[in-house]
């Protein structure tokens, strides 16, 4: 299974980013049976979770992003996505997608990150 995200780049604050994470070498089905995430890891701090979606879509927020933020995914297209809005300099980090696969076990894939830059 490999992660590939994208979408990252500068925006100045109260501004919008929408990053994709694209899923590949897994089926259909082992994507639909996945909870997707979106971390971040900002300088000097620990990864942190963003946002989640169990399969069910149920998401699940940071409180930092609530009402910022919207995880969705696309199962057709193996992709889950992160529209980020009403962006923050505090929201500056590099982006990491996470993939947890029920047919892969406890396995957690990680996408290569995204940058995302917020100015002021």
């Known amino acids: 299974v490999q992660l590939q995200a994208s979408g990252g780049g500068s925006v100045q604050a109260g501004g919008s980013l929408r990053l994709s994470c694209a899923v590949s070498?897994?089926?259909?089905?082992?994507?639909?049976?996945?909870?997707m995430g979106w971390y971040r890891q900002a300088p000097g701090k620990e990864r942190e979770l963003v946002a989640s979606?169990?399969?069910?879509?149920?998401?699940n927020y940071a409180d930092s992003v609530k009402g910022r933020f919207t995880i969705s995914r696309d199962n057709a297209k193996k992709t889950v996505y992160l529209q980020m809005n009403r962006l923050t300099p505090e929201d500056t980090a590099v982006y990491y997608c996470?993939?947890?696969?029920?047919?892969?076990?406890?396995?957690?894939?990680w996408g290569q990150g995204t940058l995302v830059t917020v100015s002021s």
């Open positions: 070498r897994a089926i259909l089905s082992t994507f639909r049976d996945s909870t």
């Open positions: 996470n993939g947890r696969f029920s047919a892969y076990g406890t396995t957690e894939y």
């Open positions: 979606m169990i399969r069910s879509g149920i998401p």
